[in-house]
């Protein structure tokens, strides 16, 4: 059976998966593309969390945790992927079609969440790559404008067709009824290349050292642990790199059970 036929086949649901179809796909370039499911009534989720999604597989489903791209209030959920030639689920994934059916699971969970956050004035979302995703999901949700002044998104790729999303951002989420007025107001967008000319290149370490990453902020050209919160999610390299500086600075990593200064997923960092 070919993967486009074993996509496209009938599947049954369980007790931990439901099964949604694809609505839209999109392919941003040769490395990354995104799609939307149709969201189950009972399915509940915090934005920024992530969930278990799959094709069938020998004997039992394939799954692998993705972070949802779309917000709480959505009626339908958006995910944000890498293409792999020969991943044993994404070889597979990148060839849905809008119609075709996956599993989906029934429990989201996740820590780069509001509620690991204690309260600050500035909430700096720090993503590499695909990482994007949770940081989708959270600047479309207006109760984190409610909890912090400013809502920093920096975007971290080596391509400049890599920033997914970038027009909408771009425009401070101009489309969005929900937050679109905050968004004016509170939001700002830094995307960043590091292996081809663009407006911002460099790391997001980079930023942090030269100030760049202050530039458009109001408030000191520095971290600080008394009014500053950050989430990240994306490469290994980075995370470890800014945690053991976030650390240094004074900053303690939160989770659902103790809130903190900063958060990470933990679930796909190990």
């Not at 609505?23 to 009534?41: D, E, G, Q």
């Not at 075709?100 to 590499?128: E, H, I, N, W, Y």
Request: charged share 25%.
């Amino acid at each position: 059976m070919s993967d486009r036929i074993a996509a496209m086949t009938t599947l049954a649901p369980s007790a931990a998966l439901t099964v949604e179809t694809v609505r839209s796909v999109r392919h941003w370039n040769a490395h990354l593309f995104s799609f939307t499911l149709t969201r189950p009534p009972s399915l509940r989720f915090r934005s920024g969390e992530f969930i278990m999604l799959g094709l069938p597989g020998e004997g039992r489903p394939l799954l692998r945790a993705y972070s949802i791209a779309s917000p709480a209030w959505s009626d339908e959920i958006e995910i944000l992927s890498i293409k792999i030639a020969d991943g044993p689920l994404t070889s597979r994934l990148q060839r849905i079609k809008p119609g075709d059916q996956l599993f989906l699971g029934r429990k989201p969970t996740g820590t780069l969440v509001a509620d690991a956050l204690t309260p600050g004035r500035r909430l700096f979302l720090l993503s590499t790559g695909t990482g994007l995703a949770p940081f989708l999901s959270l600047i479309r949700d207006p109760d984190i404008y409610d909890r912090f002044g400013q809502v920093v998104l920096v975007h971290s790729v080596r391509r400049v067709d890599d920033l997914a999303f970038r027009e909408a951002l771009e425009s401070q989420l101009a489309d969005d009824p929900l937050v679109r007025d905050q968004a004016l107001l509170q939001f700002e967008y830094m995307p960043t290349v590091t292996r081809e000319p663009f407006r911002t290149q460099g790391r997001i370490g980079d930023l942090i050292d030269d100030g760049r990453l202050f530039t458009r902020v109001a408030g000191p050209a520095q971290l600080d642990p008394a009014t500053d919160r950050v989430m990240m999610c994306g490469s290994m390299a980075m995370i470890k790199e800014l945690g053991v500086r976030l650390d240094g600075l004074g900053f303690t990593e939160g989770s659902n059970t103790a809130p903190g200064d900063y958060v990470i997923e933990r679930a796909f960092v190990g």
